[in-house]
């Protein structure tokens, strides 16, 4: 185990935390913990903005050293010109956090530290880190398609490649290494988001904070415990709740001992009319960060959070802090241009949230504006027939104007990305939409949440006539349009926007009670009063997570990463279980404190819960409620991790720990770990000629994945990225490469500037007979059964005696020249 490594990894983390602190505080003055959550993730944005377009000119120490000035620049000029509020509790908290969740991580990857290409994409990730390392200047180039720059969001790798430059660290440990870091980043932001969140509607900042971080870094869906249920129930019960469900029975019902990781992050059928179609993939951080996968969704994720506690902190500032808030949605703004670098499906969520968060603001949109740009609104008032309809159009339209003036900015930002990396998609419309059982299954751990949250509060303003006949036109709905998530999703959507809008109507109450105005009162005044704080922004990212899973059920981008709609429901569900992940952290905090709208709702629950379990008076429902959902969301956790530990995983060797990616290839390629490596040691982006990738997560172009050297035709997730006959067209080349004759392979050696041919166990299989002893300028190197030939470009001839038997043949064929 490199524990040294681990040690260096730390401190350097640790010291780029105490180097955000600063800027966290000035940024977030309102928050409990003044930002601390998120100083790692403010030192790494400052670090990738700077080094991204420094990259531009050159890569490596030039752009890291660039980032790290900056950084430091900032952070010693605010301590000197700024008097900083740096709570000193919040803050070793924030460290320890970070550092325990930071330690679980690297254990968790000690025992299977492999990159192996089955179960998920690991060639890929680690294959872009070690292009970025060889880069002089960024875009890299994409080593599954030598010669072009990468069509890929890569700015997670960049920073995991400046990371190892800062830490002196080789790839094949780093890989690792960075992987705990975004996990421990993604933990703490959530517990340190979650806590303030917590104390801005009244409950302890500590209960809101472990429970955030929980939903966010360890809880899982409800697949697993639904089936323990199903498995502990008699044989007969289980059969007909199966029945009554609609579901297959077979293969849902298994033992403990039988359980897979895998099978929780699948649990939406791709197409609910035929059973036996392709699963979409619905995954949660915990599942994502032990299957090991260093991917753009995951590590765009502590940046997601950092978006949402800058918008919380313009939510808390107050309106006359007119140049606060301005400079709070510019940081936005340029965050989610460094964000689209990362993980491009996160960049339109900035923008929403950050729309969500100006609508439901006390401070009015338009205040934004400039002075010149109020008082004309201002003047054209009148024009505004006042209604709450009207008042309710202005706030959703202002912000909107907004939000679409500032998206340049985040374009800007990352404008090169756009020009030169990213890869077109068009929109599609939802063939079949997600059956009920799925939903309730991947979401049913938070709505389980949400329902009393929201609901409890909303009861006191609405009748239930109208709740009722909401209710029922919504699973009329659902029915007809075969829309489950119009039942289920709809519901919590309008249910935060109406709390949220009853909040300020109960604020704008309480300020004319205030002023000694009586005003036009929406409600009795003791409905509203204090609300606000009993509410708040949580209810904002509750309606953020609603409306991206309504989103995904009617339109979905077309692309070639997967079947239908199975990138964007991949891509789009960890970010809203990462924004429903904080808001029931502190819901929950709340919940546990059974507030008097919630009490008021169900005035015997408590005390029938109570008699019915033998619990006193001060353990009742909330508890058992509290407790069961913890215990249920935990189980899966339970079960994979000790799988894990156990050497029950697919690669898990705890007997010997390391963090090597190289021990899949050690174990089960040990003939090619030679030759891998030799390539791996050589310097600069030599293209290396290697057989296709087109049977993807299958053993092929090792070379190019694990070195992160350039090959012809990689992976066929390049069809993906450019267009299948382009792709395919490089597949022919490589074919031809290999195969002759003679002169046309000599054609594409020089077509792509071949540095290395590389022969293994894949080449030989696919090739029965290669012409490379037939040409000159190759010098042949052995590495065991493993062949490299090392192609001298000025050298290159068929020999003599080659040269005239494939003359003979062609002239007695007639064969005609292959494409080029």
């Known amino acids: 185990m490199e524990y040294w490594l681990v040690i260096r990894w730390l401190v350097v983390y640790l010291f780029l935390f105490a180097a955000g602190l600063p800027i966290a505080a000035v940024i977030c003055p309102r928050l409990a913990d003044r930002g601390a959550g998120i100083a790692l993730p403010v030192s790494l944005a400052v670090i990738g903005i700077v080094g991204y377009w420094v990259g531009r000119l050159s890569f490596g120490w030039v752009a890291l050293g660039a980032g790290l000035f900056v950084l430091g620049g900032l952070s010693v000029s605010i301590y000197l010109r700024t008097p900083v509020d740096i709570e000193r509790r919040p803050a070793i908290e924030a460290a320890v956090v970070f550092t325990l969740a930071f330690l679980f991580l690297v254990a968790v990857r000690a025992v299977d530290p492999a990159v192996h290409p089955s179960g998920g994409e690991k060639f890929l990730d680690y294959g872009l880190l070690g292009s970025l390392l060889r880069a002089p200047t960024l875009p890299p180039e994409?080593?599954?398609?030598?010669?072009?720059?990468?069509?890929?969001?890569?700015?997670?790798?960049?920073?995991?490649?400046?990371?190892?430059?800062?830490?002196?660290?080789?790839?094949?440990?780093?890989?690792?290494?960075?992987?705990?870091?975004?996990?421990?980043?993604?933990?703490?932001?959530?517990?340190?988001?979650?806590?303030?969140?917590?104390?801005?509607?009244?409950?302890?900042?500590?209960?809101?904070?472990?429970?955030?971080?929980?939903?966010?870094?360890?809880?899982?869906?409800?697949?697993?415990?639904?089936?323990?249920?199903?498995?502990?129930?008699?044989?007969?019960?289980?059969?007909?709740?199966?029945?009554?469900l609609g579901i297959e029975r077979e293969g849902l019902i298994v033992a403990?001992?039988?359980?897979?990781?895998?099978?929780?992050?699948?649990?939406?059928?791709?197409?609910?009319?035929?059973?036996?179609?392709?699963?979409?993939?619905?995954?949660?951080?915990?599942?994502?960060?032990?299957?090991?996968?260093?991917?753009?969704?995951?590590?765009?994720?502590?940046?997601?959070?950092?978006?949402?506690?800058?918008?919380?902190?313009?939510?808390?500032?107050?309106?006359?802090?007119?140049?606060?808030?301005?400079?709070?949605?510019?940081?936005?703004?340029?965050?989610?241009?460094?964000?689209?670098?990362?993980?491009?499906?996160?960049?339109?969520?900035?923008?929403?949230?950050?729309?969500?968060?100006?609508?439901?603001?006390?401070?009015?949109?338009?205040?934004?504006?400039?002075?010149?740009?109020?008082?004309?609104?201002?003047?054209?008032?009148?024009?505004?027939?006042?209604?709450?309809?009207?008042?309710?159009?202005?706030?959703?339209?202002?912000?909107?104007?907004?939000?679409?003036?500032?998206?340049?900015?985040?374009?800007?930002?990352?404008?090169?990305?756009?020009?030169?990396?990213?890869?077109?998609?068009?929109?599609?419309?939802?063939?079949?939409?997600s059956p009920l059982l799925g939903l309730l299954l991947v979401h049913g751990g938070?709505?389980?949440?949400?329902?009393?949250?929201?609901?409890?509060?909303?009861?006191?303003?609405?009748?239930?006539?109208?709740?009722?006949?909401?209710?029922?036109?919504?699973?009329?709905?659902?029915?007809?349009?075969?829309?489950?998530?119009?039942?289920?999703?709809?519901?919590?959507?309008?249910?935060?926007?109406?709390?949220?809008?009853?909040?300020?109507?109960?604020?704008?109450?309480?300020?004319?009670?205030?002023?000694?105005?009586?005003?036009?009162?929406?409600?009795?005044?003791?409905?509203?009063?204090?609300?606000?704080?009993?509410?708040?922004?949580?209810?904002?990212?509750?309606?953020?997570?609603?409306?991206?899973?309504?989103?995904?059920?009617?339109?979905?981008?077309?692309?070639?990463?997967?079947?239908?709609?199975?990138?964007?429901?991949?891509?789009?569900?960890?970010?809203?279980?990462?924004?429903?992940?904080?808001?029931?952290?502190?819901?929950?905090?709340?919940?546990?404190?059974w507030p008097h709208a919630v009490r008021s709702s169900f005035p015997d629950a408590e005390r029938v819960v109570s008699s019915s379990f033998g619990f006193g008076a001060e353990v009742g429902l909330r508890q058992v409620f509290v407790a069961l959902l913890i215990i249920s969301t935990s189980l899966y956790g339970s079960l994979a991790l000790s799988n894990h530990f156990t050497a029950n995983g697919t690669y898990a060797n705890p007997d010997d720990p390391t963090l090597d990616v190289f021990t899949y290839t050690e174990t089960y390629h040990s003939e090619e770990v030679a030759a891998i490596q030799w390539l791996d040691r050589r310097p600069g982006r030599p293209v290396v000629a290697a057989a296709p990738g087109t049977d993807i997560y299958q053993w092929t172009n090792a070379v190019s994945s694990l070195t992160g050297l350039p090959t012809i035709a990689g992976w066929s997730h390049e069809v993906g990225y450019r267009n299948s006959s382009v792709y395919h067209d490089r597949v022919e080349d490589v074919d031809t490469l290999y195969q002759g004759p003679p002169d046309r392979t000599i054609q594409m050696l020089r077509h792509y500037d071949v540095r290395y041919i590389y022969v293994g166990p894949r080449e030989r299989e696919q090739y029965d007979r290669m012409p490379f002893d037939q040409i000159a300028g190759l010098n042949e190197m052995r590495f065991g059964d493993v062949r490299i030939y090392e192609v001298d470009q000025r050298k290159l001839a068929v020999n003599s005696q080659s040269r005239n038997n494939v003359t003979t043949n062609a002239l007695g064929t007639g064969s005609a020249p292959a494409r080029l």
């Open 142 to 244: 994409d080593m599954w398609f030598a010669g072009e720059p990468v069509k890929y969001y890569y700015g997670g790798h960049m920073l995991s490649a400046l990371l190892t430059e800062l830490t002196f660290t080789e790839a094949r440990y780093a890989y690792n290494l960075a992987l705990a870091g975004f996990y421990a980043m993604l933990v703490t932001a959530a517990y340190g988001l979650a806590g303030s969140l917590g104390t801005s509607i009244g409950t302890a900042r500590s209960t809101a904070s472990a429970l955030g971080a929980f939903f966010v870094g360890v809880a899982s869906n409800l697949q697993t415990p639904f089936r323990a249920l199903l498995w502990a129930l008699p044989d007969e019960i289980a059969r007909t709740i199966v029945n009554a």
């Open 256 to 433: 403990l001992s039988e359980f897979s990781y895998w099978n929780a992050s699948r649990v939406i059928p791709g197409q609910p009319s035929d059973p036996d179609s392709y699963s979409i993939a619905t995954e949660f951080p915990l599942f994502s960060w032990l299957n090991g996968d260093l991917h753009a969704h995951m590590m765009s994720t502590p940046f997601l959070v950092l978006v949402a506690t800058l918008c919380f902190s313009y939510y808390r500032t107050p309106a006359d802090e007119r140049m606060r808030r301005r400079l709070l949605v510019g940081a936005t703004a340029v965050l989610a241009g460094f964000i689209a670098v990362i993980n491009t499906w996160s960049f339109p969520t900035v923008f929403g949230l950050l729309w969500l968060t100006l609508v439901f603001s006390p401070a009015a949109p338009l205040s934004l504006l400039p002075d010149r740009a109020v008082k004309w609104v201002r003047s054209h008032h009148e024009l505004w027939v006042q209604t709450r309809f009207t008042h309710e159009l202005r706030r959703i339209a202002g912000a909107l104007v907004l939000v679409i003036t500032l998206a340049p900015i985040g374009i800007v930002v990352s404008l090169p990305f756009w020009l030169d990396a990213a890869s077109g998609r068009t929109i599609a419309l939802v063939p079949e939409r």
């Open 446 to 593: 938070f709505l389980l949440v949400f329902v009393p949250y929201l609901f409890g509060r909303l009861r006191p303003f609405f009748q239930k006539r109208t709740i009722a006949a909401l209710s029922i036109s919504l699973l009329v709905g659902a029915v007809v349009f075969q829309f489950a998530a119009l039942a289920v999703i709809t519901p919590i959507a309008l249910g935060a926007w109406a709390l949220l809008r009853i909040n300020e109507r109960s604020e704008d109450h309480e300020h004319e009670l205030e002023n000694g105005d009586d005003g036009d009162s929406t409600g009795p005044p003791s409905a509203g009063v204090g609300l606000r704080s009993h509410i708040g922004y949580p209810a904002v990212l509750i309606l953020a997570g609603a409306g991206l899973l309504l989103l995904v059920e009617v339109i979905y981008l077309h692309e070639q990463a997967g079947p239908s709609r199975y990138n964007t429901v991949f891509k789009t569900y960890l970010q809203v279980w990462i924004l429903w992940g904080l808001s029931a952290g502190a819901a929950l905090a709340r919940f546990a404190h």
